[in-house]
């Protein structure tokens, strides 16, 4: 598995403005409506539902919040790099400014493990985040998510 696998180009933004998780989640569901055609209601909804049995905020400024979805056929990803950082409730207190949201069909089993794994793994890595930290553009971000990255799982 590889992120071009879960990711579209278009499933990638740069956004200002964003003062709270809950708008953050609201603008990952209008990211997902329009590159996925996934009701944006109901990506809302399932993030806030994850989010509450626990902080999808992994640490270092990194959050991966992620949800099964009933009318899904296979995992999808949205990236999303905030200009100014927000307070998430992350594992080290951090605030977030990078978020990988990951959807997967309601019985994704594996997949879905596998897809939070290779995202975990990609993000893990500080120089590779300090890399997308220093790219405001959506083109540039996709290219760096998903060329070169030896990280992959089979």
């Known amino acids: 598995m590889e992120l071009s696998s879960i990711l579209k180009p278009?499933?990638?933004?740069?956004?200002?403005?964003?003062?709270?998780?809950?708008?953050?989640?609201?603008?990952?569901?209008?990211?997902?409506?329009?590159?996925?055609?996934?009701?944006?209601?109901?990506?809302?909804?399932a993030l806030i539902e994850r989010e509450n049995l626990g902080p999808t905020g992994v640490g270092k400024g990194?959050?991966?919040?992620?949800?099964?979805?009933?009318?899904?056929?296979?995992?999808?990803?949205?990236?999303?790099?905030?200009?100014?950082?927000?307070?998430?409730?992350?594992?080290?207190?951090?605030p977030v400014d990078i978020a990988f949201a990951l959807f997967a069909p309601k019985d994704a089993g594996v997949d879905h493990l596998k897809a939070l794994a290779l995202v975990s793994r990609t993000l893990r890595?500080?120089?590779?985040?300090?890399?997308?930290r220093a790219n405001f553009d959506s083109t540039t971000l996709y290219a760096l998510l998903t060329e070169g990255r030896p990280e992959q799982v089979n």
Do not use: M, W
């Open 10 to 45: 278009e499933a990638i933004k740069v956004l200002a403005g964003i003062s709270s998780k809950k708008r953050l989640f609201q603008n990952i569901g209008e990211l997902a409506e329009s590159a996925y055609g996934i009701k944006a209601s109901l990506t809302l909804d």
């Open 62 to 94: 990194v959050a991966l919040p992620h949800a099964r979805l009933a009318d899904l056929s296979e995992v999808i990803g949205i990236f999303v790099l905030l200009e100014k950082p927000i307070e998430f409730g992350a594992v080290d207190r951090q």
């Open 125 to 132: 890595d500080s120089e590779f985040c300090t890399k997308l």
